[in-house]
């Protein structure tokens, strides 16, 4: 956790606390403020939404100007200045301040009494030298002028040691108390010791003011996780006002106790509510608000600033040497962090906005920290808290965020993942009623808790909204893919009520008796949803593969392209055996296919985008199958200019093919043979030319070295000239078997293209 020197000032305040506080006559009242008065709004209000937000409102009444101050945590300032919303019927315009995100070190060194560190009286009133005061004496007396100095006698050295041995040096600090001020007042120039000082006061009133604004934002900023805002209300008269604001909270989650058994079926719903903020809520109006609102942050907080264009004039910036850009670095950070390793060794990789230096820090100090640097840390780590030579006080640390004690928060994907637990069972006698009411609000729900709550910080509740009967029947869920052996008890429910039902877990009981647990989808009113609970182990399930089979229809050709239609049939056995006492209704449930119509049964019990549901009913002790018959047509499409004899062979075999269509197949098959002849002569004689080729390159190689005067070489010659002919010849042969392709293929194109037959 990271220390804050500014925390630490107690023993200031301590110190004054023996001075009345900005320099007021003990026997006499301070004077009243003339500006707004400070009021409290209680939280009111609270509306919980399952996107990770809620909606927080403070109301009250006011009377006259006021200024209504809130602490707020320093990760909420974001949604604040994003959603702040202030109702005021005078209709004045409102004006909001807050604390922006410079340090605390930074804001006190702002004023002009530096309360930075621990400051002793003595220091204070180093700092405001030239400064008129009235000092009061312990004796009573009183000194009024301009203050000076403050001086403090120097340590003492102190030898000791006996005779013959190595001396020991000791400083002695000077005791506390011993600095002289100095006072310059009409009669001249006095001191006076800060021992005997009682009481000091400061002349002039800036000064004074000033003096108590440092003092206030030392005590503002006490929570090191808390920022304060400030909300005017510049009206007149007596009026009720309110803020709201959105902020992060975590999710309200739905919980329901589903009751079977003789009577009605009843729902009862629970909604469990955690209060993380770091105040209680005392009566408190909640409303739950079930949707999918978009909500998103956004960096408002953080000051932006962007570099801009220097211009100069052109007189003078044509005097300027050009300077030549080296390797890219950081824009603002690196130019500012460099300042600060120069400055302050330490600021270098924070620059000017922050990181490890700080504004341009050497430690904790922050500005003017760089002085010191490394060498001597900072003027707390001297002589303050720090530990230093001087440091009376423990340290003192920064109360934390609260909200940071609650852990990460969850990524978009793990909330999207996230599936809530569900609770303990509970008895349904111990089940609390209806306290709620529900509002439509289109896409989303509300539900409004009737009865004020009151939940204390860092507690969470079961909070009632929903105590409904609804329509229910018993059925089992038979899901292949889930458990091939059994099916699951389930119950189909109608939400008759006039409520929507948030998913969440469901704890089934049958009577008294906990049955299972289920997980419940949004139900909108009058909606059916299915529940599965438990095993159904008094029901044992067979489904075999799905067979397909497939018939042949027609056979067609048209403008060259063979059409064989054929009718995809497909079949899905279920079989149940029911060894229980009571009958049972079976819904099973397998994928739907697209481009299938459904033949057996006719009709699907439900069917959902993806899902078609069937009833299989099941009498005590018997067994009942079920078949799924389903079916598509198909049309096949091959083209005639590609077709194989097999294929052409097969096709003509078909008993669904016409004399007309097996006719076009055989003129067809009859045409085929020239143009693969063709085709196989042309490879012949490519063949036969790459043969000649290979012998040449050989010839070539003998020709070279052999005598030209022998024989053999007018052998080699003759035989490589027989060989030339030969190739002139296969090329042209090559040629002219090419340019009759060209007209077979043209012929068969044609040819096939006219074939029409069914």
């Given at each position: 956790m990271r220390f804050v020197p500014w925390i630490v000032a107690g023993g200031l305040t301590f110190a004054l606390c023996a001075l009345p506080l900005f320099g007021q006559p003990a026997d006499k009242p301070a004077p009243t403020s003339e500006g707004p008065k400070a009021v409290k709004l209680p939280l009111t209000r609270v509306v919980l939404f399952n996107a990770g937000f809620g909606y927080f409102e403070r109301t009250g009444t006011i009377d006259g100007p006021s200024k209504l101050a809130l602490k707020v945590n320093e990760e909420d300032i974001n949604d604040l200045i994003l959603t702040l919303m202030v109702n005021d019927p005078s209709g004045t315009a409102r004006a909001v301040t807050y604390d922006n995100r410079a340090p605390a070190e930074i804001t006190l060194k702002?004023?002009?009494?530096?309360?930075?560190?621990?400051?002793?009286?003595?220091?204070?009133?180093?700092?405001?030298?030239?400064?008129?005061?009235?000092?009061?004496?312990?004796?009573?007396?009183?000194?009024?002028?301009?203050?000076?100095?403050?001086?403090?006698?120097?340590?003492?050295?102190?030898?000791?040691?006996?005779?013959?041995?190595?001396?020991?040096?000791?400083?002695?600090?000077?005791?506390?108390?011993?600095?002289?001020?100095?006072?310059?007042?009409?009669?001249?120039?006095?001191?006076?010791?800060?021992?005997k000082i009682k009481k000091v006061k400061f002349t002039k009133p800036e000064l004074q003011a000033e003096f108590k604004k440092a003092l206030e934002a030392l005590a503002n900023a006490r929570g090191a996780a808390t920022k304060s805002v400030g909300v005017s209300f510049p009206g007149a008269g007596v009026r009720k006002v309110s803020v709201g604001y959105v902020t992060e909270a975590p999710l309200w989650k739905p919980t329901y106790r589903l009751t079977v058994g003789d009577g009605a079926p009843k729902i009862v719903g629970l909604a469990a509510v955690e209060n993380t903020t770091d105040e209680d809520w005392?009566?408190?109006?909640?409303?739950?608000?079930?949707?999918?609102?978009?909500?998103?942050?956004?960096?408002?907080?953080?000051?932006?600033?962007?570099?801009?264009?220097?211009?100069?004039?052109?007189?003078?910036?044509?005097?300027?040497?050009p300077v030549y850009q080296g390797p890219a670095q950081g824009m603002m950070g690196g130019g500012f962090g460099n300042l600060g390793n120069g400055v302050a060794q330490?600021?270098?990789?924070?620059?000017?906005?922050?990181?490890?230096?700080?504004?341009?820090?050497?430690?904790?100090?922050?500005?003017?920290?760089?002085?010191?640097?490394?060498?001597?840390?900072?003027?707390?780590?001297?002589?303050?808290?720090?530990?230093g030579a001087f440091g009376q006080y423990s340290n003192v640390l920064a109360r934390p965020s609260v909200r940071s004690l609650l852990g990460n928060r969850l990524d978009h994907e793990s909330y999207r993942a996230?599936?809530?637990?569900?609770?303990?069972?509970?008895?349904?006698?111990?089940?609390?009623?209806?306290?709620?009411?529900?509002?439509?609000?289109?896409?989303?729900?509300?539900?409004?808790?009737?009865?004020?709550?009151?939940?204390?910080?860092?507690?969470?509740?079961?909070?009632?909204?929903?105590?409904?009967?609804?329509?229910?029947?018993?059925?089992?869920?038979?899901?292949?893919?889930?458990?091939?052996?059994?099916?699951?008890?389930?119950?189909?429910?109608?939400?008759?009520?006039?409520?929507?039902?948030?998913?969440?877990?469901?704890?089934?009981?049958?009577?008294?008796?906990?049955?299972?647990?289920?997980?419940?989808?949004?139900?909108k009113p009058g909606e059916t949803r299915l529940l599965s609970y438990a095993i159904d182990l008094d029901v044992a399930m067979t489904a075999t593969d799905e067979v397909r089979e497939t018939k042949s229809l027609s056979v067609k050709i048209v403008a060259g392209e063979v059409r064989v239609a054929t009718r995809q049939k497909a079949t899905a056995k279920f079989t149940a055996f029911n060894k229980s006492?009571?009958?049972?209704?079976?819904?099973?449930?397998?994928a739907k296919k697209t481009d299938w119509k459904l033949i057996a049964p006719t009709k699907a019990a439900e069917t959902t985008a993806d899902l078609e549901r069937f009833e299989l009913k099941v009498s005590a002790g018997k067994e009942a199958s079920l078949d799924i018959v389903e079916e598509r047509d198909v049309t096949e499409t091959t083209s005639l200019l590609a077709i194989l004899d097999a294929t052409v062979i097969r096709f003509s075999?078909?008993?669904?093919?016409?004399?007309?269509?097996?006719?076009?197949?055989?003129?067809?098959?009859?045409?085929?043979?020239?143009?693969?002849?063709?085709?196989?002569?042309?490879?012949?004689?490519?063949?036969?030319?790459k043969t000649i080729n290979e012998a040449q390159a050989r010839m070539r190689s003998n020709l070279a070295v052999a005598d030209k005067a022998s024989d053999i070489y007018k052998r080699y010659l003759k035989k490589f000239d027989d060989q030339e002919t030969e190739i002139e010849n296969r090329q042209t042969k090559i040629v002219e078997l090419n340019k009759l392709k060209l007209k077979l293929a043209k012929e068969f194109k044609e040819m096939v293209a006219g074939l029409n037959a069914e």
């Open positions: 702002a004023f002009a009494i530096d309360l930075t560190e621990n400051p002793s009286i003595g220091n204070l009133l180093h700092q405001v030298r030239g400064e008129k005061v009235e000092i009061t004496e312990v004796s009573g007396s009183t000194i009024a002028g301009s203050i000076v100095s403050v001086t403090k006698p120097e340590p003492r050295v102190k030898t000791s040691g006996l005779p013959g041995e190595e001396s020991k040096t000791t400083v002695v600090p000077a005791p506390e108390g011993s600095e002289q001020v100095g006072v310059f007042t009409e009669d001249g120039l006095q001191t006076v010791a800060l021992a005392e009566n408190v109006k909640i409303k739950l608000v079930s949707g999918r609102p978009m909500a998103f942050t956004m960096d408002l907080y953080d000051p932006l600033f962007v570099p801009r264009p220097q211009v100069e004039q052109e007189l003078y910036a044509s005097l300027k040497p330490g600021g270098g990789q924070g620059g000017f906005g922050g990181g490890q230096g700080g504004f341009g820090g050497g430690r904790n100090l922050g500005v003017g920290g760089g002085a010191l640097g490394n060498s001597g840390g900072n003027l707390g780590g001297q002589f303050g808290v720090q530990g996230r599936v809530a637990a569900p609770l303990a069972p509970v008895a349904p006698s111990s089940l609390p009623t209806a306290a709620a009411k529900g509002m439509n609000l289109g896409e989303s729900f509300e539900y409004q808790v009737l009865e004020p709550v009151s939940l204390p910080r860092f507690k969470s509740a079961l909070l009632p909204i929903v105590n409904e009967t609804i329509e229910m029947e018993r059925i089992s869920l038979f899901t292949k893919e889930v458990l091939s052996t059994h099916p699951l008890k389930g119950l189909r429910l109608k939400n008759t009520s006039k409520l929507f039902l948030a998913q969440g877990p469901v704890t089934v009981f049958e009577g008294d008796t906990v049955a299972g647990q289920a997980r419940l989808a949004d139900v006492a009571e009958a049972r209704t079976i819904w099973i449930t397998q075999k078909m008993d669904v093919a016409s004399p007309a269509v097996k006719a076009a197949l055989a003129k067809v098959q009859e045409a085929m043979p020239a143009p693969r002849l063709n085709e196989i002569a042309i490879a012949e004689e490519e063949a036969a030319l």
